[in-house]
């Protein structure tokens, strides 16, 4: 079975840190898709990123990053220069490719990473 | 726009009531699902749809049900709320699974 581990509960940082979000997932099948949410303290959840399994390429975006690594399962988010407005919980999830018609299967999602950042 | 929202936005109900929770998406999306969020287990899938007529059991899925008669709604359905459903329940949709989920608002539901 799928599982995503974010064993980092809380973080809290000083603004302009840099600051890295572990994930680690498991999974069985070779082809998957691994994503990252944010979710303020608004309670919305607000998509960041979408990665397949065939492309372990770094993104950069702003001051995110996230680096994929098939070797040891995990794929990390790295915020430079930290805001107060990073201030959210933060959850890595996991879909793998098993559906029929091209239909989409559900999210396997980790517990989550409260980050705090401080001024 | 194109969104997707859900209602009520917050419920209280009591033990044994039945109550259903909308979630409305207009992308013209196939695939939508329901997840519940509790702290310390992060979000979990209840029931997910790949089109009219079409719906699948998640992970958590005991005491909820779904229908799907329709492209934009996907209704989840406490047939008799427990204490244990006491939770915060989003709504997502998805154009495939090569795109991401965009998720609701979330209604908070209060079992009593």
């Known amino acids: 079975a799928q599982k995503v581990t974010q064993a980092q509960t809380e973080i809290s940082v000083v603004e302009k840190e840099d600051v890295t979000l572990d994930c680690v997932y498991e999974t069985r099948d070779t082809t998957y898709y691994l994503f990252w949410y944010k979710q303020p303290p608004s309670g919305e959840l607000v998509f960041l990123i979408r990665?397949?399994?065939?492309?372990?390429q770094n993104e950069i975006s702003g001051r995110y990053s996230w680096n994929f690594q098939k070797s040891t399962s995990s794929f990390n988010f790295t915020i430079t220069a930290s805001q107060v407005v990073d201030s959210a919980v933060y959850f890595c999830a996991l879909s793998e490719a098993k559906y029929s018609g091209g239909g989409a299967d559900g999210l396997t999602f980790g517990k989550g990473t409260h980050l705090i950042i401080q001024p | 726009d194109a969104e997707i929202t859900q209602s009520p936005r917050h419920k209280i109900t009591e033990t044994g009531r039945q109550v259903t929770l909308a979630c409305h998406q207009t992308w013209n999306h196939n695939n939508m699902f329901w997840y519940r969020q509790d702290l310390g287990h992060g979000l979990r899938l209840i029931h997910y749809s790949y089109g009219v007529q079409d719906t699948n059991k998640g992970e958590v899925s005991d005491g909820y049900s779904v229908s799907r008669s329709n492209t934009e709604d996907l209704p989840l359905t406490l047939e008799s709320a427990a204490s244990s459903q006491t939770s915060v329940y989003f709504c997502?949709?998805?154009?495939?699974?090569?795109?991401?989920?965009?998720f609701g608002p979330g209604t908070r539901l209060l079992v009593l």
């Open positions: 997502a949709s998805s154009e495939s699974l090569y795109r991401a989920q965009y």
């Open positions: 990665r397949n399994s065939f492309d372990e």
